[in-house]
């Protein structure tokens, strides 16, 4: 074998090589997109089926509520069943090994959040009691954000709660959403020399949320903020969602 062939033959192997894991570093890539998707999707649908309940909860009438951490869950179950046709009791096959791994994480963190308002949902002669999506999504994000690797929160560029002010990369992107149609998607980059993927999520204010947040602005709304003057469709926020590349 003449040395020429020999080092076609190198250079054939080591292409073969490059072409595999430049093959599963995408693969991972396209993974850890896919999981992040359906992680603010399910976040999403926690503050959804929260929102659904929102007068059951204000009511100042009614003691015991009957919105379990158990109902919760059944519910988001199905909600997200509607949303993705995926279910999370029996995950799919296609579904990636990493959203296998966290979305139980957030849905059982999802749990905790609803149990441990149970007192404050439940108690009679008070109205409003601040346990309302934004407040759920805050407190399921922290949690699950302290049980993975991935780190998740709710922003905005006008924090109410500190804890979600926006980073730089998030507070660029969501000037950057504000420009935009309330059915502009989620943004999705690899930042870092490709270390991190980066993902956000936008909210926009529905009609319910303008009696906290909308008009006259500046007069304070029943939990005591000053109200935003926001319009329904406006950005509220987004979900955030930092993923390390390399997480199986």
């Not at 509520?65 to 999370?88: A, C, H, N, W, Y």
């Amino acid at each position: 074998m003449t040395s020429r062939v020999c080092l076609l033959i190198v250079l054939t192997l080591a292409c073969l090589f490059l072409w595999r894991d430049f093959g599963l570093a995408q693969s991972q890539r396209e993974a850890s997109e896919r999981s992040a998707h359906y992680l603010t999707t399910l976040l999403n649908v926690g503050r959804l089926i929260v929102e659904r309940h929102q007068a059951l909860i204000n009511d100042p009438q009614k003691g015991d509520k009957g919105f379990t951490p158990d109902v919760f869950e059944q519910e988001v179950i199905e909600e997200f069943f509607r949303q993705t046709s995926i279910d999370l009791k029996r995950p799919p096959a296609h579904l990636p090994d990493l959203a296998k791994e966290l979305l139980p994480i957030l849905l059982e963190s999802g749990k905790h959040v609803v149990a441990d308002a149970q007192l404050v949902i439940n108690q009679r002669g008070i109205g409003y009691k601040n346990f309302i999506p934004a407040t759920y999504g805050s407190q399921a994000s922290r949690k699950f954000s302290s049980r993975s690797p991935v780190k998740m929160k709710q922003t905005t560029l006008n924090p109410r709660n500190l804890k979600n002010t926006p980073d730089a990369y998030e507070e660029r992107v969501l000037k950057q959403l504000a420009t935009q149609s309330a059915s502009a998607g989620p943004v999705a980059e690899w930042v870092d020399g490709g270390k991190t993927l980066r993902v956000l999520k936008p909210i926009y204010y529905s009609q319910d949320c303008l009696a906290c947040h909308g008009s006259p602005q500046g007069i304070l709304d029943i939990s005591g903020y000053p109200r935003e003057g926001a319009r329904e469709g406006d950005l509220a926020g987004a979900i955030s969602v930092q993923i390390p590349a390399g997480i199986p």
